[in-house]
């Protein structure tokens, strides 16, 4: 349960004083929702108004403090004209400009003959110098309510930096003084500042540098974020590890007999993914690793070899696909070599029948069966198996780690390995699998041609259609992808279905449409379609990105390319290039793109790497970019920076693994401390995974 002390920074947004649900709906679209949110917001720039100056002598295009006389009120003939009040300071005059002014007001704002301190930016106009409307006019005694540094947040239209500032002011004057989490002797190190202090210092900025991220509250917060993440991470791993492990070794008859009717080697990098997962799960403690590897670098087999010898080792196994196409891929994938090995394999899905589904559990449960792959089915409770032995998870990144754990928990000491094809640059591995191992699988299979990509204007759509149209007369297959379209849910399935129109138009019914609103049985049928040859054409929003394998599709087109990641492009390019026909990739990017748009387009045209791509993605558009996508389902940060921080992450992940060596279920004297920042970072399900205490 979240300790109460949090409870203010987890209220609407509308619990702040001044905030009506009509603001809450423009602090939406920041991802402002809540207090916390609020606090997270953090100011990406600051306005210096420290600097005063004599009329004399003050310079144009900046913003300074003034000590002004009020001379005159020049109110304007007509509504049009701007209401000008003369000033002085006995070195020169100025105007302050308002334009719609309201006289009563101005007139008590600025009274003629006192003297007032305002602050705002000056312009020369002519000769003249001007100010049009002053952010701050003040009594002199009121010096104080002009701040000497005043933050800059993101903001968005129709929310003013005074509203935000306002309600920044409101959040951190609602949060709470929280327990030290952090380690006295780091603090120390790096000067930071107690977690209030730090909100204090960077909301309200006492010096220039608070923008900085190496700024100490800066990196204070930074790393108070990073070391949630990473003891998150960490609870989650222990859990795991808690479960005694047992060493499962086999004799190598089934691997032999099922890899002996594939028509190829392993590659040097299979093997060599492989011989470190017979090595962990020959070991007593349970295994949790992750392969990594491109797009048709070859994992299945390598999940095969390791389920097969589950099975020698008299256990079973089990592979969990994030989708019914894939599972049933995979299932009809490996059939023949179960088969080969005399091994029993099964599929299970939310569709299996009824009574399909009953005497496959009875079997399961009974041990007849060896080998399982499915759906998330697969993880629901009435699911038994005899002696789970080895777990496989296919595209790890579709799934929660909860989810990785029910499956690691339907059996007593359960090796768990999972796949991904998201090629996620080395320095951020350490964010999203934290530190678990990891295989890479970086060598192609022999004899791949690569993919023909290019770069093309979306002006030359027509010539496009043109060459669908001729592949599609080969008797080749097409895809075409339409962006997710960010800012409008549902926008994106317009798009697609716009463009399935026009297609169709031209190509009659040989064109399918495959997007997220389809119910499941229609997706499956889309796809089965397009699989069997039925279809030739299939306009898709990005549901075909994972794994789907249909090897005489040999065209993949995608529409405003620049809207994508690059690893999500090259993943969606990893669809065609699987048979052994020639395949090209065309990237319709909009007439109109930025130089660093054309920049991460042309890594793709050159590489077919996926490591290389994610790095250059990385080095093009920054860590936030890369990991904020939110097709790629990996965490984000709001106050770590991992350019900026990388170092403390690497920190963050030894501080966590020393905590919980020291005291594994967070009982110890900091424990409390621990607890409320991995709730003050929402991190609530690695909390569940504690003893309670
Ligand atoms: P992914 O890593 O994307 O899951 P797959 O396991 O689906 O890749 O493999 C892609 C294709 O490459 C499959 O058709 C598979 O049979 C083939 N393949 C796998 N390993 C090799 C190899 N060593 N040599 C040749 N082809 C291979
Ligand atoms: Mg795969």
Known sequence: MRPQSLFPLFAEITSLSGIGPRLAKLFARLEVERVVDLLWHLPSGLVDRRAAFALADVPADRVVRLTLRVVDHQVPANRRAPYRVLCEDGTGRIALVFFNGREDYLRRLLPVGHTRLVSGRVELFGERLQMAHPDYVVAEDEAHLIPALEPVYPLTEGLSGKVVRKAAAAALAKAPDLPEWLDPALVAERHWPAWHAALDAVHRPSEAQAVEPDHPARARLAYDELLANQLAL????????????????GDGRLVAAALGCLPFDLTGDQRAAVDQILADMGADDAMLRLVQGDVGSGKTVVALVAMLTAVEAGTQAAMLAPTEILAR????????????????????????????????????AAGGIHLL????????????????????????????????????GKGRAVDTLVMTATPIPRTLTLTVYGDME??????????????????????????????????????????????????????????????????????????????????????????????????????????????????????????????????????????????????????????????????????????DDGFLIAEEDLRLRGAGEVLGTRQTGLPQFRLADLEAHGELMARARDEARLILARDAELQGPRSAALRTLLYLFERDAAVRTLRSG
Not at 341 to 348: E, F, K, P, S
Request: with cysteine; net charge positive.
């Open 234 to 249: 960490a609870l989650v791993r222990q859990r795991a590890r808690r479960r005694k492990g047992r060493a499962l070794t």
């Open 438 to 607: 990891v295989s890479r699988i970086q060598e192609k299979p022999p004899g791949r041609q690569p993919v023909d990509t290019r770069v093309v204007s979306l002006a030359r759509l027509d010539a496009v259609v043109d060459a669908v149209g001729r592949a599609i007369a080969q008797g080749e297959q097409v895809y075409w992808v339409c962006p997710l379209v960010e800012e409008a849910e549902g926008l994106d399935v317009t798009a697609a279905a716009d463009r399935h129109r026009d297609l169709a138009a031209r190509f009659g019914d040989r064109v399918g449409l495959l997007h997220g609103q389809l119910k499941g049985a229609e997706k499956e049928a889309a796809m089965a379609a397009f699989a069997d040859g039925t279809t030739r054409l299939l306009v898709a929003t990005t549901v075909i990105e994972v794994g789907v394998d249909v090897p005489n599709a040999t065209v993949m087109v995608i529409e405003h390319a620049e809207r994508f990641g690059l690893a999500q492009l090259h993943q969606l390019r990893g669809r065609v290039g699987r048979g052994d026909k020639a395949s090209r990739c065309l990237l319709l990017r909009a007439e109109r793109v930025s130089e660093t748009a054309r920049a991460r387009l042309d890594v793709l045209r050159r590489s």
């Open 373 to 408: 792959v499915g759906t998330h089915a697969v993880i629901e409770e009435a699911i038994q198996f005899k002696d789970l032995g080895l777990a496989v998870i296919d595209e790890q990144h579709r799934f929660g780690v909860f989810q990785r754990l029910a499956l690691s």
């Open 329 to 364: 891929q995979h299932a009809a994938g490996l059939a023949p070599l179960a088969q080969a090995a005399g091994v029993r394999l099964a599929v299970l899905t939310g569709r299996t029948p009824k009574g399909e589904r009953a005497r496959l559990l009875a079997d399961l």
